[in-house]
T-cell receptor, first 110, second 114 residues
Framework: GQNIDQPTEMTATEGAIVQINCTYQ??????LFWYQQHAGEAPTFLSY????GLEEKGRFSSFLSRSKGYSYLLLKELQMKDSASYLC???????????FGGGTRVLVKP | GAVVSQHPSWVICKSGTSVKIECRSL??????MFWYRQFPKQSLMLMAT?????????EQGVEKDKFLINHASLTLSTLTVTSAHPEDSSFYIC??????????FGDGTRLSIL
């Protein structure tokens, strides 16, 4: 089966850095994805890791360690518009489908 | 690139009505489309996976006769909620994918059954 864990909520200050951790236990692994979802909207793709290491995309970076079943999403220079839910999702080896974690609600305060 | 268009964005209808939701990939060919449902403050739950020209594969607990999925072309998939009831009220989101690329989501359809 698939099990993906991430914290429920995090609060940070505008301009700061926040790290959202995600641990997973899946039957097979074929990539880990991070999505951002604002309230009432559909998720938007942020990043994709399939090999170990850090992927950097502007203010957002994502890290993966396959041996530890662990990933994190790093948000730098936080802006108020970054207040959203961040979803960790894993593509298992069996087929195409993504399994989503419960999401981490990030609240950015002035 | 990788735009998925989903319509309608919001539906309110009476109990017993059937509702059809369309999902189109506008600038890529979605060999696989996924349909999700999301209840308030919960994560996305996969309902079914469909490959173009094939029957959809439904997740455990999802009634295939109630949630009819058609994926007749590489750019269009539809979900029909038949004889909808208040417990079917939810946020339905489609997602398209080409080969091994990331999934891209439509804007979602908020369905309210009275």
């Amino acid at each position: 089966g698939q099990n993906i864990d991430q914290p429920t909520e995090m609060t940070a200050t505008e301009g700061a850095i926040v790290q959202i951790n995600c641990t997973y236990q899946t039957s097979g692994f074929n990539g880990l994805f991070w999505y951002q979802q604002h309230a009432g909207e559909a998720p938007t793709f942020l990043s994709y890791n399939v090999l170990d290491g850090l992927e950097e995309k502007g203010r957002f970076s994502s890290f993966l360690s396959r041996s530890k079943g662990y990933s994190y999403l790093l948000l730098k220079e936080l802006q108020m518009k970054d207040s959203a839910s961040y979803l960790c999702a894993v593509r298992g080896a069996a087929g195409n489908k993504l399994t989503f974690g419960g999401g981490t609600r990030v609240l950015v305060k002035p | 690139g990788a735009v998925v268009s989903q319509h309608p964005s919001w539906v309110i209808c009476k109990s017993g009505t059937s509702v059809k939701i369309e999902c189109r990939s506008l600038d890529f060919q979605a060999t696989t489309m996924f349909w999700y449902r999301q209840f308030p403050k919960q994560s996305l739950m996969l309902m079914a996976t469909s490959n173009e020209g094939s029957k959809a594969t439904y997740e455990q607990g999802v009634e295939k006769d109630k949630f009819l999925i058609n994926h007749a072309s590489l750019t269009l998939s539809t979900l029909t909620v038949t004889s909808a009831h208040p417990e079917d009220s939810s946020f339905y989101i489609c997602s398209g994918r080409q080969a091994n690329q990331p999934q891209h989501f439509g804007d979602g359809t908020r369905l309210s059954i009275l």
